[in-house]
């Protein structure tokens, strides 16, 4: 019997590795649409530092899980799936191409393997790891974790508060490494098809996009986007105000470093970021990998899943 499962290509990468361009002009060639997978990018007002496609650059495309909440507003996998899983479904019933685009590891796997069964939150424990967080500072606990499960360590970024602390805390809870749970869960709820395509360019050429990259935003408005969310009332202490970009433009506008040295900074650490996302996509054995040049070479494995 044939597989009735609704098919999903999806297209990730690194950052700046021109995922977006790429999965617009084979949706426009197959007929398709996309599904944002980017974390960040389901944020309003977190355009310029999220490298949020524009409407010129979507093509008439329709663009899925885009500006979907405020950057006060709590945002997981858990609800990215509740909000993604039924679109798929939608786009699946249209006869439309089904592409979900972006380098949020966490999100594709979640996605198209399941939630992560772990116990619910302890607000002691909680409360305890959030005093050592605000009292010996992110690499203290981000070492901690480093020691008790490198694994973890080496996927979950150093100023990622949320995920940081939840894995302490459900390691204190179960005794057991957070990635060894991850690996007994396998992700092995399988409600879709996959093609799944990772953009992989030779470093060089992908830190140059990078160091590019960086300085565009600067001088597209990225210190003023985030000197507006600050008027707005975000608090720079926010989970989104914290990723990269926007928290070095913070520190630009507070005073504590000059211009080039913000553009450094945002260049060296994403970087850094990107180094972290191919660590993740090459341990998947179902992982494509192509150079984002051989488009050919890409449309033929896509058209030969569709």
């Given at each position: 019997?044939?597989?009735q499962?609704?098919k999903?290509?999806?297209?990730?990468?690194?950052?700046a590795?021109?995922?977006?361009?790429?999965?617009?002009?084979?949706?426009?060639?197959l007929?398709?649409?996309?599904?944002?997978?980017?974390?960040m990018?389901?944020?309003?007002g977190?355009?310029?530092g999220t490298?949020k496609?524009?409407?010129?650059?979507?093509?008439?495309i329709?663009?899925?899980?885009?500006?979907?909440v405020?950057?006060d507003?709590e945002?997981n996998?858990?609800?990215y799936r509740s909000?993604?899983?039924?679109?798929?479904?939608?786009?699946?019933?249209k006869?439309?191409?089904?592409?979900?685009?972006?380098?949020?590891?966490?999100?594709?796997?979640t996605?198209?393997?399941?939630?992560l069964?772990?116990?619910?939150?302890?607000?002691e424990i909680?409360?305890?790891l959030?005093?050592e967080?605000?009292?010996?500072?992110?690499a203290?606990?981000?070492?901690?974790?480093?020691?008790?499960?490198?694994?973890?360590g080496?996927?979950i970024?150093?100023?990622?508060?949320?995920r940081?602390?939840?894995?302490?805390?459900?390691m204190?809870?179960?005794?057991?490494?957070?990635?060894?749970?991850?690996?007994?869960?396998?992700?092995?709820?399988?409600?879709?098809?996959?093609?799944?395509i990772?953009?992989?360019?030779?470093?060089?050429?992908?830190?140059q996009?990078?160091?590019?990259?960086?300085i565009?935003?600067i001088?597209?408005g990225l210190?003023?986007?985030?000197?507006?969310l600050?008027?707005?009332g975000?608090?720079?202490?926010?989970?989104p105000?914290?990723?990269?970009?926007?928290?070095?433009?913070?520190?630009?506008?507070k005073?504590?470093r000059?211009?080039?040295?913000?553009?450094?900074?945002?260049?060296?650490?994403?970087?850094?970021?990107s180094?972290?996302?191919?660590?993740?996509?090459r341990a998947?054995?179902?992982?494509i990998?192509a150079d984002?040049?051989?488009?050919?070479?890409i449309?033929?494995?896509?058209?030969?899943?569709i």
């Amino acid at each position: 019997m044939a597989d009735q499962r609704p098919k999903l290509v999806v297209i990730t990468g690194p950052t700046a590795s021109g995922k977006s361009s790429l999965a617009v002009d084979l949706a426009l060639e197959l007929g398709g649409e996309l599904i944002n997978a980017d974390s960040m990018q389901v944020y309003r007002g977190m355009d310029i530092g999220t490298a949020k496609p524009t409407l010129e650059e979507r093509k008439g495309i329709r663009h899925h899980l885009i500006d979907v909440v405020d950057p006060d507003e709590e945002f997981n996998s858990s609800i990215y799936r509740s909000l993604a899983a039924p679109l798929i479904e939608e786009i699946h019933k249209k006869n439309r191409v089904c592409f979900l685009v972006g380098g949020t590891g966490l999100y594709i796997k979640t996605l198209l393997g399941g939630l992560l069964r772990c116990p619910p939150a302890d607000p002691e424990i909680r409360q305890r790891l959030s005093r050592e967080w605000e009292e010996l500072g992110p690499a203290s606990l981000h070492e901690k974790l480093d020691r008790l499960d490198p694994e973890s360590g080496l996927s979950i970024h150093p100023n990622d508060r949320t995920r940081v602390l939840r894995a302490l805390e459900i390691m204190t809870l179960t005794g057991k490494p957070f990635s060894s749970l991850v690996q007994e869960h396998d992700f092995r709820e399988k409600s879709f098809q996959s093609l799944k395509i990772c953009l992989d360019l030779e470093r060089g050429r992908l830190y140059q996009r990078i160091n590019e990259r960086s300085i565009s935003m600067i001088e597209s408005g990225l210190i003023e986007e985030t000197r507006t969310l600050l008027q707005r009332g975000y608090s720079p202490e926010l989970r989104p105000m914290k990723a990269l970009g926007y928290r070095h433009a913070v520190e630009f506008l507070k005073g504590d470093r000059g211009l080039d040295e913000t553009i450094k900074g945002i260049q060296r650490d994403t970087r850094r970021y990107s180094k972290r996302q191919m660590t993740w996509f090459r341990a998947d054995p179902e992982m494509i990998r192509a150079d984002p040049g051989d488009r050919d070479f890409i449309k033929r494995k896509v058209k030969e899943f569709i």
